[in-house]
Nanobody, 125 residues
Framework: QVQLVESGGGLVQAGGSLRLSCAAS????????MGWFRQAPGKEREFIAA????????TYADSVKGRFTISRDNAKNTLYLQMNSLKAEDTAVYYC??????????????????WGQGTQVTVSS
């Protein structure tokens, strides 16, 4: 079992920055490819970014490419999402997720096995 807890969300003005964290417990984070997703009201959960177990491989949704950076510190069992140049359309609940197998980067929601409870990010325009 893996427990994931997100933090770092909040209210920020457009153009501002936030850094989300996802703390893992129960098992060693370095065993899992991980990702960030978000869900806005009335919309499906969408992929934001993914990272491989060793942190070398990353991939991003086009909507955040160049603005968001995913990273991980396996020694601290923590996943991060640095979000810069935030826009109103980035407003959503952000979730981290872990996959139990594989070594690459994974995009589909269905590829992930464990999820955090989410943290709200609100960007005011």
């Amino acid at each position: 079992q893996v427990q994931l807890v997100e933090s770092g969300g909040g209210l920020v003005q457009a153009g501002g920055s936030l850094r989300l964290s996802c703390a893992a417990s129960g098992r060693t984070l370095s065993s899992y490819p991980m990702g960030w997703f978000r869900q806005a009201p009335g919309k499906e959960r969408e992929f934001i970014a993914a990272i491989s177990r060793n942190g070398i491989g990353t991939t991003y949704a086009d909507s955040v490419k160049g603005r968001f950076t995913i990273s991980r510190d396996n020694a601290k069992n923590t996943l991060y999402l640095q979000m810069n140049s935030l826009k109103a359309e980035d407003t959503a609940v952000y979730y981290c997720a872990a996959r139990m197998s594989g070594s690459g980067v994974y995009v589909p929601v269905r590829d992930y096995d464990y999820w955090g409870q989410g943290t709200q990010v609100t960007v005011s325009s």
